[in-house]
């Protein structure tokens, strides 16, 4: 098998005529499973996207919408939601969805034996549970909670969850193992070359939502080209010569190429504000790193400002709240932030004990994140302060399989775009017994979260997310330092590509220019 970067140089020295009816795009690493929410990461759910839908979705400003569903309806008690299906969504075999597949995929994905990424939101062991569910009539799909939830759409929406994605029954072997996503979206799955490419093909037989331009994960979704493929290319230089011949299209760039980027003429680079955090978490269950003081020593050691600067080339701004800055819950009270103060880290050690001790810091070498450039930085600021610091670098699948088992001291990680701030929170916050990925283990912060998942009034969910700010940076279970901007390098044959906030491409409502 040739490697990634054999196949990316191929694709670079190929005519580019050969190019103009697939739009080539680069990932920075390849996916991990075709099967919605199940054995996921950040790519993974960027590609599965294309192909499966749910019966709602993310519009362009964050909102959720109806996606395979026409209508919503939702009892006065909050309890009961009943979705009225949409008419004529057809599967990639050709089969014509009803509630029935809705049912089955509900069942398929409760079941702990699928080891969906999302079953806890649902069970109840974060605090929703949905208690029944029912298929009335072929277009009618019923859902009733336990109690009131203001996020229970938010997260059917969520793309880690692949938008608790509705596939054909065919989709699974006669076994129950997984086999191929039969789903209901504008590409349907081509060839998945591992550590090569993914493959998509246009689904001729797509019914688009409802819609005069593209909205986020709803809106208008044709697929307008016949191919999609997604190349695994972990070399920026290749990523570059790519973009630079025009046998890429579009590619994630690093924010340090962005000036070298914008004289290419064939090429635009294209930028929005994301979700993405990136952040320094610490194992607060660690012998060194479970005193509170030690971690608050580490925030006033590291200079945060030059941290942003340095890693995202000015593009990023400082952030230390699990709110993005272009939020409507983005207050005053979420500027509030970590400043660097070297009396104070003085004071915090002594009072620790610390007797210099290694802290091991966890990275990796993506070119699109700022996880290792972030950590060197920092380390050169924690010995400087008194304290070693020795960098761990990972591939990416290993980190990330440290990370679900809590498995470190301290890691400079990413953590996907959440649109509503209770789901930011949720990511990183929980019983650590039960969830061991979980960076902070605090009932008061449970507590808050939850009322954040029940109350609807924006007042009111803005003073428990203040709250929760100011306590997190008591406890400092982590450190978020900014949000991501998504820069992409986009060839200017293309026409309809744009990155948004959700920080995953679309390649829907997307064509050559003629």
Request: aromatic content about 8%.
């Amino acid at each position: 098998m040739k490697s990634s970067l054999a196949i990316a140089l191929t694709l670079v020295a190929a005519p580019v005529l050969a190019q103009q009816s697939t739009i080539n795009v680069a990932l920075n690493a390849d996916i991990r499973s075709t099967n919605p929410g199940v054995n996921r990461d950040d790519n993974t759910d960027a590609v599965v996207l294309h192909m499966v839908e749910g019966l709602v979705g993310y519009r362009e400003n964050g909102a959720v919408a109806p996606l395979l569903a026409e209508s919503i309806a939702v009892s006065p008690d909050g309890l009961t939601y009943t979705f009225t299906l949409r008419k004529g969504v057809k599967f990639h075999n050709g089969a014509v969805m009803t509630s029935a597949d809705v049912l089955w995929n509900w069942n398929r994905y409760m079941d702990a034996k699928t080891d969906w990424r999302c079953r806890a939101e649902f069970d109840g062991r974060t605090g929703m549970k949905v208690t029944s569910v029912d298929a009335p009539d072929p277009s009618t799909f019923v859902m009733k909670l336990e109690k009131p939830s203001a996020m229970f759409l938010d997260t059917m929406a969520r793309t880690d969850c692949a938008m608790v994605a509705i596939i054909h029954k065919d989709s699974v072997k006669a076994d129950g193992s997984w086999d191929r996503p039969i789903g209901t979206g504008p590409f349907t799955l081509g060839e998945w070359r591992r550590g090569e490419f993914v493959s998509l093909k246009r689904f001729d037989g797509y019914v688009s939502p409802p819609g005069e331009q593209r909205d986020g994960y709803v809106g208008r979704k044709r697929a307008l080209v016949p191919e999609v493929k997604f190349l695994s290319i972990a070399d920026g230089a290749t990523i570059k010569a790519g973009l630079m011949s025009g046998a890429l299209h579009v590619a994630d760039i690093p924010d340090s190429d962005v000036p070298e980027m914008k004289k290419i003429p064939n090429l635009e680079v294209m930028s929005a504000p994301s979700a993405t955090k990136h952040a320094f978490l610490f194992q607060t269950r660690d012998a060194l790193l479970g005193d509170v003081r030690m971690r608050q020593a580490i925030a006033a050691a590291l200079d945060l400002d030059q941290i942003v600067a340095h890693t995202s080339n000015e593009l990023g701004k400082t952030n230390n709240s699990a709110i993005y800055v272009s939020s409507p819950y983005y207050s005053d009270v979420q500027r509030q932030r970590y400043s660097q103060d070297l009396a104070k880290v003085k004071k915090l050690l002594a009072e620790a004990g610390y007797k210099g001790q290694p802290i091991k810091l966890v990275a990796n070498k993506r070119s699109t994140v700022p996880s290792f450039p972030a950590a060197v930085v920092a380390q050169a600021m924690l010995q400087a302060a008194g304290i070693n610091s020795e960098i761990e670098v990972l591939e990416w699948a290993t980190q990330l399989d440290r990370y679900a088992k809590g498995n470190f001291q301290m890691m400079s990680f990413s953590y996907s775009a959440r649109i509503d701030p209770a789901q930011s929170y949720n990511q990183f916050s929980g019983p650590k017994d039960a969830f061991p990925s979980k960076a902070w283990d605090s009932r008061r912060a449970d507590e808050l979260i939850e009322k954040a998942t029940l109350v609807g009034d924006p007042a009111e969910r803005q003073k428990l997310f203040d709250e929760l700010h100011k306590l997190m940076l008591a406890e400092a279970p982590l450190i978020f330092l900014y949000n991501q901007v998504d820069t992409a390098g986009v060839s200017r044959k293309l026409r309809g590509f744009a990155p948004w906030v959700a920080g995953k491409p679309r390649l829907w409502e997307v064509s050559f220019a003629n």
